[in-house]
Nanobody, 124 residues
């Protein structure tokens, strides 16, 4: 399974970006998907996740109220809408998926397949 993350770029503080995650097969539509990020010199951390049905979403406290995760199964895509961006949001953002619907979506090591990452840079 190959995932492709896209949509990153350079934006000023307060701006918005929308990241997209697609897969080579319809895996994105079949399983939960999470977004993680890794800033310079930092550990990879959880950002947001969405269940297979899209009925439940989860967010890190640092992004609640600013980021929204959603999925479009018809397009085989999961999105991360990022608003009110801050310089501390600067990181490489990764999407990931797991072939289980029972594991904790907030735990990085539960994810089996990862995209290559897309760089998000927020200038002050």
């Amino acid at each position: 399974v190959q995932l492709q993350a896209s949509g990153g770029g350079l934006v000023q503080a307060g701006g918005s970006l929308r990241l997209s995650c697609t897969s080579s097969r319809r895996t994105i539509s079949m399983y939960p998907v999470g977004w993680f990020r890794q800033g310079p010199g930092k550990e990879r951390e959880f950002v947001a996740a969405i269940t297979q049905s899209g009925g439940r979403t989860y967010y890190a406290d640092s992004v609640k109220g600013r980021f929204t995760i959603s999925r479009d199964s018809a397009k085989n895509t999961v999105y991360l809408q990022m608003n009110s961006l801050k310089p501390e949001d600067t990181a490489v953002y990764y999407c990931a998926t797991m072939t289980s619907t029972r594991l904790n979506l907030l735990v990085r090591t539960n994810y089996e397949y990862w995209g290559q990452g897309t760089q998000v840079t927020v200038s002050s």
